[in-house]
């Protein structure tokens, strides 16, 4: 990773329904004005890059939401601006998320003409009454279809899947696992199902109306998962990500390594070198709103937060050890002025080693697959800063 190197990450807000599991930014609206909301994208990009300078843009990123409901020249459009405003790698991965309804899929060829060169699909289930507990608008059918017309057309598709489910049992994980394998994708990313506050899960779960499967359950679900992405030749790079070798998630890949991004649109966040300070950025959440701002300022930024050497380091920790290869010493430091000896537990770090949880050696401190299991108590008993 260079130091000028920049990723591009575009948040449509909108979705057809709001799923019960969901707490991501989105919304659902009767009407929506794609041309303000469109035009106000790209200002905000050409603000980014006019304080930004020359960089080497290396990914896009369209999330949301569900941008697959956007229109394709407006996608088009953003992906143009942005090989303008910043020097685009060669090797440049477009990606964008759909979900797997007829509309959608019968509008992943404008996609790919618009520039598009990376699928995100999300699948989420292979059970239609896991789907349709999930409040999905599609059906296992559709999201076999949806995945088969995807591989024709481009060359690089992930697909996402929930997993831990009520009710959800180790064969049965097996079969809708293997199905979807069997499709020949280049990489996935797996979930497992929590209750996120402020969601009608959160209720339904308070209510006792759903259960989650127990921890055991769920950590063989996650060991099952490894071993049947082996097989099928998919390597799991981060604690939820299986790829193939070569096909990960680039843009995904900027973030656990602490590297630059831009994030525009409604809520979305952005770490950014400005004047040799890192910042964060974010955005005003609600749609409209952050529209008038971007009208007004040219940007619908909320805050932009320089931040201090701990809080770097503590960033990088978080994201890092997530990777399978985990923390490049020499990058850590350099990136966040802080030494990777200074910022984490030196008892925790032994007794991890030890328990191999962890493994350091070469110039990285990275987890092994026991440690990826216990990540979250993991990291808060390590990071220090």
């Known amino acids: 990773m260079r130091d000028d190197d920049i990723a591009l990450y575009v948040h449509w807000p909108f979705c057809l329904a709001k799923c019960p599991y969901c707490d991501f930014n989105s919304h659902v609206r009767d009407r929506i004005d794609h041309a303000r909301f469109e035009d106000a994208l790209l200002a905000e990009l050409a603000f980014e890059a006019a304080r930004l300078g020359p960089r080497r843009l290396t990914s896009i990123f369209f999330g949301g939401g569900t941008p697959s409901l956007m229109r394709a020249d407006a996608v088009a459009r953003l992906i143009a601006a942005a090989r303008r405003h910043f020097s685009a790698d060669p090797a440049l991965e477009v990606t964008l998320e759909a979900n797997p309804t007829s509309v959608e899929t019968a509008r992943l060829a404008d996609f790919a003409a618009a520039g598009v060169n990376r699928l995100s699909l999300g699948v989420q289930s292979l059970d239609d009454a896991a789907l349709a507990a999930l409040g999905r608008q599609h059906d296992a059918a559709a999201a076999m279809a949806a995945l088969a017309a995807a591989r024709q057309i481009f060359s690089r598709v992930s697909f996402d899947l929930i997993y831990a489910r009520p009710g959800q049992t180790l064969a049965d994980w097996a079969d809708e696992l293997n199905r979807a394998l069997a499709i ?88 950014l070198s400005l004047g040799g300070t890192l910042v964060a950025t974010r955005r005003h959440r609600a749609p409209e709103i952050w529209a008038e701002r971007v009208a007004r300022d040219g940007h619908g930024s909320t805050q932009t937060t320089p931040l201090d050497a701990a809080t770097r380091a503590r ?19 350099h990136r966040t002025g802080t030494r990777l000896d200074d910022a984490i537990d030196h008892a925790t770090l032994a007794r991890a080693i030890d328990e191999a949880y962890l493994h350091r050696g070469g110039g990285r401190l990275r987890p092994l697959p026991e440690g990826l299991k216990r990540l979250d108590a993991l990291l808060a008993a390590l990071i220090r800063v």
């Open 184 to 271: 020949g994708c280049s990489h996935f990313s797996l979930y497992q199902l929590t209750i996120e506050p402020g969601t009608a899960f959160e209720a339904r779960f308070r209510a006792g109306t759903i259960s989650l499967p127990d921890p055991e359950l769920a950590a063989a679900l996650y060991d099952l998962t490894a071993e049947l992405a082996a097989r099928a030749g998919l390597k799991r790079y981060e604690v939820s990500n299986y790829a193939r070798p070569g096909e990960e998630s680039r843009h995904n890949l900027s973030y656990w390594r602490y590297g630059d991004y831009i994030g525009i649109g409604p809520g979305a966040h952005g770490r």
């Open 315 to 333: 960033e990088a920790l978080l994201m890092g050890l997530r990777l399978d290869q985990g923390i490049d010493e020499a990058w850590f430091a």
